[in-house]
């Protein structure tokens, strides 16, 4: 009699395929939970640390960011030359700095999900500013309020480095909303976002690409040539997230403002653009559209003087517009962090 194919694989010291089939059912559970334990501490984490930026928002002191920002200027004055290669170099090593421990921490608590998850969440708070930019433009509207200029001038610069000492209430109005549209993007949606799709890693080498952009990233003649990576870097890192944030600014515009979704989707695509940079024109397009309000215009930044075109249709906004752009900015934020959370839930990072 021939013998069936348990008997031979038995003979040949195989596993049957009866048992093949047991093993193979056996560890689908255990690989779905091993990718559950992988994804809720991201998801929860950067929803814990959202709210903990909206509860108590950044520290006086011992920033994380700050801190970082003390030792890239430390380092700068060792590596600064006015050369491209020497911009990069800088940039990557403050980049890895950072984003090279993340990574080994990250991989070291994979199998500890209540660790990571708080990780996350200090990060997540570390790294966010909604509550920071809310709280500056508020105080840029309150001094408005008063009608106290030489107040609204004290504050403008921790929102925007343009001169404001030339600036009358329509000038810093307009600078606020300004500020409050770009940072929503850089502050709130990209973190969030890096952070759902590259995890630990990605929220803090994205602030630490910011942050060199902020500190360097400009086109003075120190930083012509060294700050040149650093700011392409940052076009880079937020050019997704400035257009997630024209599509959630649209998406709840119609419930902050009453603004047709479709006009704001329309004016960001068409005077987006025209910014200088290729990403805050986005944010600043979609923010004018969804408030009614035409922004741009001319600016002047260290004693330079920048023409820059019109982003929007409407009139020009006016110190209660900055509050009506706070009040966007906190919906876009929650969109945001919303968002984030999906992403995170289904993919773990």
């Known amino acids: 009699?021939?013998?069936?194919?348990?008997?031979?694989?038995?003979?040949?010291?195989?596993?049957?395929?009866?048992?093949?089939?047991?093993?193979?059912?056996?560890?689908?559970?255990y690989r779905n939970q091993h990718s559950?334990?992988?994804?809720?501490?991201?998801?929860?984490?950067?929803?814990?640390?959202v709210a903990l930026d909206a509860l108590i928002g950044d520290p006086r002191r011992g920033h994380p960011v700050a801190a970082f920002g003390r030792a890239a200027t430390a380092l700068e004055g060792r590596d600064h030359a006015a050369s491209r290669p020497r911009g990069a170099a800088h940039a990557a090593v403050c980049v890895l700095a950072v984003a090279l421990p993340a990574a080994l921490a990250d991989r070291a608590m994979r199998g500890r999900p209540g660790w990571r998850m708080a990780a996350v969440t200090v990060a997540a708070w570390a790294v966010t500013g909604a509550r920071s930019l809310r709280h500056e433009a508020e105080r840029a509207a309150i001094t408005l309020d008063h009608n106290d200029l030489s107040a609204a001038r004290h504050v403008l610069p921790s929102l925007c480095g343009r001169d404001p000492e030339q600036l009358d209430a329509a000038g810093i109005a307009r600078a606020v909303v300004e500020s409050v549209a770009e940072n929503t993007a850089d502050a709130v949606v990209?973190?969030?976002?890096?952070?759902?799709?590259?995890?630990?890693?990605?929220?803090l080498a994205y602030r630490a690409v910011n942050t060199l952009d902020a500190m360097v990233g400009h086109r003075s003649a120190r930083y012509l040539r060294f700050g040149w990576a650093s700011a392409r870097a940052d076009d880079v890192a937020n050019w997704?997230?400035?257009?997630?944030?024209?599509?959630?600014?649209?998406?709840?515009?119609?419930?902050?403002?009453?603004?047709?979704?479709?006009?704001?989707?329309?004016?960001?695509?068409?005077?987006?653009?025209?910014?200088?940079?290729?990403?805050?024109?986005?944010?600043?397009?979609?923010?004018?559209?969804?408030?009614?309000?035409r922004l741009g215009g001319t600016n002047v930044y260290g004693g330079v003087t920048e023409k820059r075109p019109d982003l929007g249709e409407g009139r020009a906004p006016d110190p209660r517009d900055i509050r009506r752009a706070i009040y966007l900015s906190r919906a876009v934020s929650v969109a945001a962090t919303a968002l984030a959370v999906v992403i995170a839930a289904i993919t773990g990072a």
């Open 1 to 29: 009699m021939r013998a069936g194919p348990a008997a031979s694989a038995a003979r040949r010291n195989l596993p049957t395929p009866m048992v093949l089939g047991r093993e193979h059912n056996n560890r689908m559970p």
């Open 36 to 49: 559950r334990r992988r994804r809720w501490p991201l998801a929860a984490g950067l929803a814990v640390g």
């Open 190 to 203: 990209a973190p969030l976002l890096w952070g759902a799709i590259a995890g630990l890693p990605g929220l």
């Open 240 to 293: 997704l997230p400035a257009r997630v944030t024209v599509a959630l600014t649209a998406a709840c515009a119609p419930l902050v403002t009453g603004a047709d979704p479709r006009l704001v989707l329309r004016v960001a695509r068409r005077d987006g653009s025209r910014h200088p940079s290729p990403n805050a024109g986005q944010g600043e397009a979609a923010f004018a559209a969804a408030l009614g309000v």
